[in-house]
């Protein structure tokens, strides 16, 4: 073919050129920014490669994945609840299998109950309360909180002074046979 017919013209060559220099400066500001946010050692004055920093990014950002994981776990074992990864990404699920769990302490006078269910079981919160106010219970606190799709159920309660261990057994089977219910019923 006739090169005369397809000039390449002087001026196409420098906006390739201008475009790849732009390029180049807009990468070379994004290392320097990566760099900047990892944490530099205040002894160490030499300067790194390109390569040795993106290494050191890497591996830093490992590092964070590993404490987070860690402090999960941590967090889990404080709250009670073992939990598993359930995909590829990461996330994190309860093991609840779907169905509620109660925890129910006595400690003198004083009736705690834990009650660790999915977000579809809400309403036994509200049913537990009702219960102990039915057997006389004085509510002192209760609250709940959401952790991805588990919620944790906190009511502290007073019982009679009178025969606490008869009335918390009471309250115990009745609030155990209450979450059994709700939970079969759901299903």
């Not at 290494?55 to 598993?84: C, F, P, S, W």
Request: glycine content about 6%; overall charge neutral.
């Amino acid at each position: 073919m006739d090169q005369q017919q397809y000039p390449i013209s002087s001026s196409c060559r420098a906006d390739r050129k201008t475009i790849e220099k732009n390029r180049r400066n807009q990468m070379k500001a994004l290392y320097s920014e990566l760099n900047s946010l990892l944490p530099h050692h205040q002894h160490s004055r030499e300067v790194t490669s390109l390569p040795d920093q993106i290494d050191a990014a890497v591996n830093y950002i490992k590092k964070l994945q590993t404490n987070l994981e860690k402090m999960r776990a941590k967090k889990d074992r404080h709250m009670g609840v073992e939990r598993i990864t359930n995909n590829r990404n990461g996330a994190y699920g309860s093991v609840l299998n779907g169905s509620p769990q109660i925890e129910i302490r006595e400690t003198g006078s004083a009736l705690d109950v834990v009650l660790i269910t999915g977000l579809d079981f809400q309403f036994m919160f509200e049913g537990a309360i009702r219960l102990l106010l039915e057997e006389g219970a004085d509510i002192v606190n209760a609250s709940f909180s959401v952790v991805d799709d588990t919620t944790f159920h906190t009511i502290h309660s007073k019982i009679g002074e009178c025969a606490p261990g008869t009335v918390a057994a009471r309250i115990s089977d009745r609030l155990r046979k209450f979450v059994n219910e709700a939970s079969t019923t759901a299903f």
